[in-house]
Each structure stands twice: as structure tokens, then as C-alpha cells.
């Protein structure tokens, strides 16, 4: 590794010597100080000379010097085509990112001045027996714990344990109530805080749990610590920092890259908005994206010239054949396609059903193999019948691609889709076949099957196009991303290779203490320490009955390590996530040095690092990838809606055409006649009442008390007398004044009348359901407790009616976003489901005998097809995802057992398996759905930003939506002739 870095600082040496000399040292365009890049290449060329030939005894300096050498890496992305827009878009946002940090870092010191003058000290006072004034300095304490210090009467080695933590009912913390302390216990200020690495005890070490909660990654444990410290006086401190604090700068760092991606757009159309027209109808630009490529245009015409001749021929060549027309008459008829799309359901069903824990050797294990039980027990089962129908569905499948080649003939391999769906009725049909059955990818390809469901949806096709357009952007962002990712990774194993490694027996503090020690049993049974251990220590995740009977070993948390490359990238790519951030920077916190045990500090410059990282990795590229996929996304609706170079104003006319189009004559019941005594003197009194204002308002007013006494339930509510009897008298008088309402319109309008509207319709059925829980005390036996429970919560429906109201603009303008956007999210969603079931059946493959852990665990696995998607939803939420994939990949170092039958050990799959759904599903399909809500939003708001404008200048706003409705509602009341 010396003689090659010698060799390549050698060359970077020439090539900067030949720089200086082809440019010549002077600033003037051309030369060497002109471009920064070369400036910046110079510098780090400097400075591993300095590395190399000035001797200095620390190591940290030597580090850091050497890791200004992995800036390198920012030329070679450089030069990589498509980065030239994404470092333009990273060098426009710095200023307003600047500007953000700026308020970031303002409001951290204020929050983090108050925190001191609020709660310092508050971690130090515990409850703890009389005569413990220490604690052990070199442990963590769980970052939440309930229990009080207590002597341990055993010899603690070396003196370095002197208590041990006893779980009780009552809080340790004194600090605001002296009295809180259990009987026989003592409140005590230890020197030390005990309570881990969250301290108020400085500015400094304030900084730490302040940044945790700008950061909206575990500040509810923070908050419920420091609530058993000094009370309820913790809560408004929280709420603050996370309400002003973490929303508004992530949502700032949010709208400043997307911000800044419009911008570079917008420009970028001013530049030559006629070419950008051209190329995107041919998609001929020039890599770089600055101009035509006119060998393509000339090109790409002959080619699609050539296309529509074998097209043509095709075509004639199936008119020759009769039985190419009945074949493709065949293929063609709706009927087929739904009687196909039916058999495709019916094979990813049996899919689903069909896993290695429905193979009879593992369910019927507890007879012989050669007994008659044994084969009772397996045609028992359904995998024979599974069998069965994958060799049907298969021939079926087959017969389908060959009728379908056979009338479409090469026409049928000019599209993707019918590619795809030819290749998987391929591989389902080779793995029939017992010579191929034995290759483990056509048995893993069966996965795919329910692709073929997307191929059949045209909304999902949609999807999957807009996904395919977006990927251009999406890999510049990944390998900007990685790129970044590969400096800090350096920079972490100069800093951190070799530090985040203890033993199994905690008392061994370094490694050549651990591997000479024979086994963890004895040691580990003196010690004092609870049997819990906290989060950022690694612990065997095997059965303990193996422990005792094993050599110590010296491992890496589960929270990552910077060992190697590999290991630094996955472990960055997992905190990028915000996933284990806090308890990986507490790591490198307790870092001491290589071989040696994490020793806890409350305070570490190593944090820096972590935090830098979180705000390049986290908040800006995380939104990198939001930014890339919502401008890819507003420029493809707008080349297919026919809108790329319409204004605003111009889209909103065009959307209001459409809409004009669609909308009919409203039916709007007439007044009572006056024909009778009851018609003038009961129904025109009440029809008037019941289209007037004040009854509306009256309902509204109903309903908005109702809500308020809603929130006043309780669990064992009939335990109290006085507020069981006001809340029932409550819910009746609500009761009767639904009815009443319903009464009044009723008769008013007519029953025809009432029932012409949706919204009156809708507070029917709400009042049906008001009458079915009045009987819930007689139809208890009829009922079951969740459908009365559901007819609860059908009241706060009723909340809509008052969203609903036109006068409610702002609110009505977000009801409509969601509304706009529903199908396109839903079309994403079903996308994103049919990915998670592909994911799910692979799972069930890969993992389904794997030992259980803290969070491979009896609700979270893949044992069957439903634990699967609630574990994979877990992980597309980020909930510990990175935790499931440890335990997925557990080896025989953390407790399983390699020579049980089946093996409960996982594999190294785990880790591209979780991080390509992470990516998959969390970055590009969550990110999709962000931009389609965005893009919604968007265009609601730029019509409405450019009529108020409109207005603001003397001119008539523009037509809106309500104008319609007003006068659609008009022209129902004027004669239909």
C-alpha cells in the first residue's frame, strides 16, 4: 500500500508539474489559477507531500491530512457524464443552504443556551443506596431506565464496577423531587452524569441531544427521559425544538434544492427553448444536454422509415395466413386477456403459498422418511397440489406466448412488455424441466410472475414509464451520492478503523484481553452489570445455552463499523437513512483506539464528523433525489399533457375547457307547491329553513361541539359518575339534533330532493349509523365489539362536511391536491405493492428458516407471505431497518447454528437484498409520490398565484373551478327547454 500510494503521488506530481508548465502561474483565463478545480488538485498535491516527508507523532493529524486526499474523487465524478447539471445544481443551492444552516445553527444555540438554563445538572441526581458516590464510568447506561442504583455485595475485577442497575416500578431521577426516591434509597449527585451521552450540562455537550431533535431522530426518548427528571416542564422545550426546529429546516433544505432545480430548468429553456421542443419529441439531445444531435435526428428518421416497412410487411404477412388471423383473433378478444389476467392471479396466489416451509420434509420431520405416516403427512400438504397447478398454469402460459408469436410474428419482440412477459413464461417453463430445476436463479425468477400483472394495467405501465424516464436522473444522483459517500468513507476509516470493536465479556476492554481468555461463562457471570445491555453494544443474538460453552470474541456492533471499505459505505449508506445515527455518532464518541473497547464520553470532537455527514448525506442528498425525480416528473406531465411551454394562466384555461366539457346540468329540487295546507304552511317554512344559512351554520357549529366532546373520552370513563352521566347526556342531545336536522330537510326538500345530492346522501348514512350504535346495549350479541367501535369513529366523518364548505378556501384548495393526485398515487402505490410482493416471495426464499432476533421476530419474518409485507413495510418506513438486515444475516459468531437441519443462519444476501429495497422502494417510489403531490400542488397554486396577481393589478381574475359550480347550479334552475 506505501510503495502504491508513492507511485501515485508521483503522478499526480507530473501531471501537476505539466499543468504549471502548459498553463503558467497567472489568473488570466487559461491559466492555472483561472479554474478552481486545478487550483483545488494542486492543493491536495501539497499537502500528501507534507504527509510524507513531515514527521509528526500524532495520528489524528496524519489522518486528517491523508484524508484530504480522498477529495480526489469529486474529479472523477466530474468527469462523468450528466454530473456537470448536479454539481451546477449543488454549487447554486450552497448560498441558500448556507443561509439555512445559518438559521439552523441560530437556533440550535438558542435552544441550546436555554436547555442549559433550564436542565443542567438535571441527569446527575439519582436514587441510589446509601454509600454508592461512583458509577461505572467505562458502561452506558440504557438511555431510559427505571430502577435505582444498588450496592453489589460480589468483588467487582479491578475495581471498576461498583453497582449494578435493579429494575424497580419507580423512577431513578431526583432532580426536581428529592422525595421521589423509593424506601431505603437515598437521592445522591454523582460527580459523573449517569444518564449516557445526553447532557445539559454545557453548551457544548447541550449541542448533542439539541441536533438529535433538529434532526427528528429519537427526541421522544430524549423528551420522556427528561420529563423523569424535572417533570412536565420538559415538554413545551421539546414541542418548540421539534415544531420551529426540525420541521422548518427540513422542509427548508427541501424546498432549496427543489428550488434550485426549477431554476436551473427555467434557465436552461430561456437558453433555447425551440431545441429543448425538438428534442423532446426525438429525444436527440447531445450528452450534455446543450444542444441537437443532428446525425441522430437524420438517423432516427430512417430508422423509424425502416420500422413502418417491417411493420407493413408484417402485417401483410398475416393477412397471407387464416390461421395467423384465428390466432390472432384469439389474442385479441378482451375476453382472453381477462381469462389470462385471472390464471396470472391464480399463479401468484399459489406463488405466495408455495414456500420452503411448505416443503413436507420440514413439516413432516417428526415421522421417518420411509414410513407410511411420513407419506400421509406429505400428500397431506399442499405441495403437491401446488405442483400440480404450476405445471398447468406453465402450460398455459406457454401456449398463450406461442399463440400470441405466432400471429404477431416479429412484431410481438418489438415491445418491451411482450419481452418481458415472453422471458418469464421462459423461465417458468425451463424450470419444469428436471436437468434445469437444480439452477437456483430460474427457481428465484419465479418471482417475477407478478410482473406480468403490471404489464396488463395500463396504469401500471404508466408508472413503470414514468420510473424508466426518471432513471437517467436518478443514477447521476445515485453516483453524485456515492461519490460523496466515498470521501466520507475514507475520511471514516482514517478516523475510525478498528475503534468500534468490544468483546462478548464486557470486562475485557482490549483484544488481545479477549482472544486470550478461554470462555465468556465464568467472566461474565461475576460481573455486576445488568443482563440487558445498552444499544450501541453489540451482544449475542444466539441461544444463550451456547454462550457459556464459548470462546470470546471480539466483535463490531450492529450498528456498523469502518473496518474496510464496504463496511464504512454500508454503514454510512445506513445513517444516511436515519436510521441508527445517534447511536452510531455515540460510538464513534466512545471511540479510544484500535483494538480497544468504546470508553463512554459524554463529549467527543469525533461527533463532528457523524453530524457533517448527516447534513451532506441526509438532508441534502436525500433531497437530491426528491429534487431529480419531482423536476423529471413536472417535465414528462407537461410533454404529455401538450403544456411545456404554456404559462400558467394559459394551463388553468386549458384544464378549465376540459373540465367545462364534463360537467352536466345539476338537478335541484323546486320548492312545494302551494297547493295544499300542509305545502304552504308546514314544508314552505321548512323547505326555506333548510336551504338557509343559519341552519348550515347551526350544523356546523353541531358538529364542531360534537367533536370537541368526542375528544373528551377515556378509557374506564364509567369509573367517574359525574363525567360518564354529562358525556352520555352529551351524545344524546347531538343525536337528537341530527335527527332533527335530517327531519327538517326531509320534509322540506321532499324525499327525491334530499336524496339528489351526494354530500346529503353521505349524512344519511352517517345518521344510520348514529341509529345502529344507539342499539348497541340490545345487539351486543348480534354485533361484534369492533363494528360498534367502528360506528364510533364514523361520527368524526362528519368532519368533512365542514372541509367542505367553499368558504373554507385554503383547506378546499389541499382537499382538492389530495384529490387530483389520488389516482396517480394510487397507481404508484399498486406499483409499489406489486414490487413489495416480489420482494416478499424472494424473502420467503432466501430467509425463511433464519433464527429470530430482537428484530427478526415472531410478528416481523419471513415465514409466510403476510409477515413478509408487514416486514418490508417496516423497512420502507425506515423503522430500525438495518437492524432486520443484521438479523437476517446472523452468522455462527452470533448464535446460530450452521449444522441444525434446517440451518436457522442467514446469508450475506441480506444486505443487497435490504439495500436494493431501500433504495427501490424508499428513495425512488416514496420520493415518485412526493413529486406527484408536489407537482399537484403546484399546478393548483400557479393559476391561482397569477389571478391574484391579476387582481393586484386592476384586471379580472382568472375563471375558477367554483365559478363553474356556481353557474352550473344556475342553469339548473332555469327551464331544461
Same mark, same amino acid.
Given at each position: ?203 457544548? =455537550? ?61 434557465? %436552461? ?134 399463440? =400470441? ?37 430460474? %427457481? ?510 386592476? =384586471? ?22
Amino acid at each position: 500500500m506505501e510503495r502504491a500510494n508513492h507511485f501515485f503521488l508521483g503522478f499526480y506530481t507530473l501531471e501537476l508539474l505539466a499543468r504549471v508548465v502548459a498553463l503558467g502561474l497567472h489568473c488570466e483565463p487559461g491559466g492555472f489559477f483561472s479554474d478552481p478545480f486545478t487550483v483545488f488538485e494542486g492543493s491536495i498535491v501539497v499537502v500528501s507531500w507534507i504527509v510524507l516527508l513531515v514527521p509528526t507523532d500524532t495520528h489524528a493529524v496524519r489522518s486528517m491530512m491523508r484524508c484530504f486526499r480522498s477529495l480526489r474523487m469529486l474529479f472523477v465524478l466530474k468527469e462523468i457524464p450528466g454530473m456537470s447539471e448536479l454539481f451546477n445544481t449543488a454549487r447554486q443551492c450552497i448560498p441558500s443552504v448556507g443561509n439555512v444552516a445559518g438559521l439552523a445553527f441560530g437556533i440550535l444555540l438558542i435552544m441550546g443556551v436555554a436547555g442549559v438554563q433550564f436542565f443542567r445538572g438535571a441527569y446527575h441526581f439519582r436514587c441510589a443506596d446509601e454509600g454508592i458516590t461512583a458509577y461505572a464510568h467505562s458502561h452506558h447506561l440504557p438511555l431510559r431506565v427505571r430502577g435505582h442504583l444498588q450496592l453489589d455485595d460480589q468483588p467487582a475485577p479491578e475495581g471498576d464496577f461498583s453497582w449494578q442497575q435493579r429494575f424497580d416500578t419507580k423512577g431513578i431521577f431526583c432532580f426536581s423531587q428529592h422525595d421521589r426516591c423509593p424506601k431505603g434509597t437515598v437521592c445522591y449527585e454523582f460527580e459523573n452524569n449517569p444518564a449516557g451521552e445526553l447532557s445539559f450540562d454545557s453548551t457544548l =455537550k447541550a449541542t448533542i441531544p439539541v441536533l438529535l431533535t433538529l434532526m427528528i431522530d429519537g427526541w421522544a426518548e430524549q423528551m420522556f427521559n427528561l420529563m423523569d427528571a424535572v417533570g412536565w416542564s420538559a415538554v413545551p422545550y421539546f414541542v418548540i425544538m421539534v415544531t420551529f426546529g426540525g420541521f422548518l429546516v427540513l422542509q427548508l433544505f427541501l424546498a432549496v434544492i427543489s428550488d434550485t432545480f426549477v431554476c436551473i430548468e427555467q434557465q %436552461r429553456r430561456a437558453r433555447g427553448p425551440r431545441e429543448d421542443v425538438v428534442a423532446s419529441f426525438f429525444d436527440i439531445t447531445d450528452p450534455d444536454g446543450d444542444g441537437l444531435n443532428h446525425v441522430l435526428v437524420i438517423g432516427k428518421l430512417a430508422l423509424m422509415n425502416l420500422f413502418v416497412a417491417i411493420l407493413l410487411d408484417a402485417f401483410r404477412n398475416n393477412v397471407d395466413s387464416k390461421m395467423r388471423d384465428t390466432a390472432a383473433a384469439i389474442v385479441s378478444d378482451y375476453r382472453f386477456e381477462i381469462v389470462i389476467t385471472f390464471l396470472i392471479v391464480v399463479s401468484t396466489f399459489c406463488l405466495v403459498l408455495d414456500g420452503p416451509r411448505q416443503e413436507p420434509k420440514f413439516l413432516c420431520s417428526d415421522f421417518p422418511t420411509d414410513s407410511s405416516e411420513y407419506d400421509e403427512c406429505a400428500n397431506a400438504t399442499l405441495k403437491p397440489y401446488l405442483e400440480v397447478a404450476n405445471v398447468c398454469l406453465t402450460i398455459i402460459f406457454t401456449l398463450e406466448a406461442s399463440l =400470441k408469436v405466432f400471429a404477431y410474428r416479429r412484431a410481438f419482440f418489438t415491445s418491451r412488455w411482450n419481452l418481458i412477459d415472453f422471458v418469464i413464461v421462459c423461465s417458468s417453463l425451463l424450470s419444469l424441466f428436471p436437468f434445469f430445476s437444480m439452477f437456483q436463479t430460474l %427457481r428465484v425468477m419465479r418471482v417475477l410472475r407478478p410482473l406480468r400483472l403490471l404489464i396488463r394495467n395500463p396504469s401500471m405501465k404508466v408508472v413503470i414509464e414514468t420510473l424508466v424516464s426518471t432513471i437517467p436522473a436518478v443514477i447521476n444522483v445515485q453516483v453524485f451520492v456515492m461519490g460523496l459517500m466515498g470521501i466520507f468513507t475514507l475520511v471514516g476509516m482514517q478516523l475510525f478503523m478498528g475503534t468500534f470493536a468490544s468483546c462478548t465479556t464486557r470486562a475485557l476492554t482490549t483484544r488481545a484481553l479477549c482472544l486470550a481468555s478461554e470462555t465468556s461463562a465464568s467472566t461474565e457471570a461475576s460481573l455486576p452489570l445488568p443482563e440487558v445491555m445498552p444499544e450501541n453494544r453489540r451482544v449475542l443474538r444466539g441461544s444463550g445455552q451456547r454462550v457459556g460453552s464459548r470462546e470470546n470474541i471480539w466483535l463490531n456492533p450492529d450498528e456498523g463499523n469502518f473496518d474496510s471499505f464496504g463496511d464504512s459505505m454500508l454503514t454510512l449508506f445506513i445513517a444516511m437513512t436515519g436510521d441508527n445515527m445517534p447511536r452510531l455518532m455515540w460510538i464513534g464518541m466512545d471511540a479510544e483506539g484500535v483494538d480497544v473497547a468504546p470508553v463512554r464520553k459524554d463529549w467527543s470532537y469525533a461527533a463532528i464528523y457523524f453530524l457533517a455527514w448527516h447534513v451532506v448525506g441526509t438532508f441534502m442528498s436525500l433531497n437530491l433525489f426528491v429534487g431529480a425525480i419531482v423536476e423529471t416528473f413536472s417535465k414528462l406531465r407537461k410533454r404529455g399533457d401538450g403544456m411545456a411551454l404554456m404559462t400558467p394562466a394559459q394551463q388553468h384555461w386549458t384544464d378549465l375547457l376540459r373540465d367545462v366539457r364534463l360537467m352536466t346540468p345539476i338537478s335541484i329540487f323546486r320548492p312545494p307547491t302551494q297547493d295544499s295546507w300542509l305545502a304552504r304552511n308546514i314544508r314552505m317554512p321548512l323547505y326555506r329553513l333548510a336551504t338557509s344559512r343559519y341552519l348550515e351554520y347551526a350544523a356546523y357549529f353541531v358538529i364542531s361541539a360534537n367533536l370537541v366532546q368526542l375528544c373528551g373520552d377515556y378509557f374506564r370513563i364509567e369509573e367517574n359518575e359525574l363525567h360518564h352521566a354529562m358525556y352520555e347526556a352529551f351524545t344524546t342531545m347531538f343525536r337528537i339534533m341530527y335527527l332533527l336536522e335530517f327531519l327538517i330537510k326531509i320534509m322540506g326538500l321532499g324525499v327525491q330532493g334530499y336524496f339528489s345530492s351526494g354530500s346529503r346522501r353521505v349524512e344519511f348514512l352517517l345518521l344510520v349509523a348514529t341509529g345502529l350504535e344507539c342499539t348497541q346495549g340490545a345487539s351486543d350479541a348480534l354485533f361484534p365489539p369492533m363494528l360498534l367501535r367502528f360506528l364510533r369513529l364514523v361520527r368524526v366523518l362528519r368532519i368533512l362536511r365542514l372541509l367542505g364548505d367553499r368558504r373554507l378556501r385554503r383547506i378546499r384548495e389541499l382537499l382538492q391536491t389530495l384529490l387530483l393526485c389520488l389516482p396517480a398515487v394510487m397507481n404508484v402505490a399498486s406499483v409499489l405493492f406489486l414490487v413489495m410482493s416480489i420482494y416478499a416471495v424472494l424473502g420467503m426464499q432466501l430467509f425463511p428458516f433464519v433464527k429470530r432476533g430482537k428484530s427478526l421476530n415472531e410478528y416481523s419474518n419471513f415465514e409466510s407471505y403476510g409477515r413478509a409485507m408487514l416486514l418490508l413495510f417496516q423497512v420502507l418506513t425506515g423503522d430500525d431497518w438495518y437492524m432486520i438486515m443484521r438479523d437476517a444475516a446472523i452468522d455462527y459468531d452470533h448464535g446460530c447454528n450452521p449444522d441444525a437441519v434446517p440451518s436457522d443462519c442467514g446469508t450475506a444476501l441480506a444486505i443487497p437484498f435490504f439495500v436494493s429495497f431501500v433504495l427501490i422502494g424508499a428513495f425512488i417510489f416514496l420520493n415518485l409520490i412526493v413529486a406527484v403531490v408536489l407537482e399537484c400542488y403546484d399546478a393548483l397554486r400557479a393559476w391561482k398565484d397569477a389571478s391574484e396577481l391579476a387582481e393586484q393589478s386592476g =384586471k379580472p381574475g382568472f375563471i375558477s373551478t367554483d365559478h363553474l359550480i356556481e353557474f352550473q347550479e344556475l342553469g339548473s334552475v332555469l327551464p331544461h327547454d
